[in-house]
């Protein structure tokens, strides 16, 4: 198994331009994960989905972000507008049922 | 709200010392608490976990002791070495499908 996909691996773009993130979860795995990482708030939990469906949006920051799952290979999060401090490492991670979360490589986003 | 307290931030040890990452958590529910180690810009990995059934769980040179009383949770390395250099990250299930992390401890292995 590849694990989990990430694209783009890194993303540089303007202040104000829409930016997507895309994840390819582990085949078979049920629950989806959107992490955002930075130096000063470290790991935190955007959103999740299992099978699909998303279950708890609390972490989304503000509503320029949206998170979709239209099947159980593809996710997406979106950021409209972008804003300098949305720059952060974007990290994906799959897990089968368990808590046993696999992360994906990560998208490095820039924003000037 | 719940939350998972990481110590400490920074640890430096001489190579072939042992390493002590404590961390607590505040929900009595958990019941999961993994350990993950990530190398510069790469993703985090799980490394090692436990289950609130037992109390100690080994894995060559990692271990992790968990009490649940005191809600609290360690990882110990014996013996490191260079390679164990990262940062390692504890994490605490909040409700069944979801786990909380702490902020982090900067290990560094010195020559």
């Known amino acids: 198994d590849a694990g989990v996909i990430q694209s783009p691996r890194h993303e540089v773009t303007e202040m104000g331009q829409e930016v997507t993130l895309r994840c390819k979860p582990i085949s078979g795995h049920d629950y989806l994960f959107w992490y955002r990482q930075t130096m000063m708030r470290g790991l935190e939990l955007l959103i999740y989905f299992n099978n699909n469906v998303p279950i708890d949006d609390s972490g989304m920051p503000e509503d320029r972000f949206s998170a979709k799952m239209p099947n159980a290979s593809f996710s997406t999060l979106k950021i409209q507008p972008s804003e300098p401090r949305d720059s952060a490492v974007y990290f994906c991670?799959?897990?089968?049922?368990?808590?046993?979360?696999?992360f994906g490589p990560g998208t490095r986003l820039t924003v000037t | 709200g719940e939350n998972v307290e990481q110590h400490p931030s920074t640890l430096s040890v001489q190579e072939g010392d042992s390493a002590v990452i404590k961390c607590t958590y505040s929900?009595?529910?958990?019941?999961?608490f993994p350990w993950y180690k990530q190398e510069l810009g790469k993703r985090p990995q799980l490394i090692i976990d436990i289950r609130s059934n037992v109390g100690e769980k080994k894995d060559q040179r990692i271990a992790v002791t968990l009490n649940k009383t005191a809600k609290h949770f360690s990882l110990h390395i014996t013996e490191t070495q260079p390679e164990d250099s990262a940062v390692y990250f504890c994490a605490a299930s909040i409700r069944d499908d979801k786990i909380i992390f702490g902020k982090g401890t900067r290990l560094h292995i010195l020559p």
């Open positions: 929900d009595s529910a958990s019941n999961y």
């Open positions: 991670a799959s897990s089968f049922i368990t808590y046993e979360q696999y």
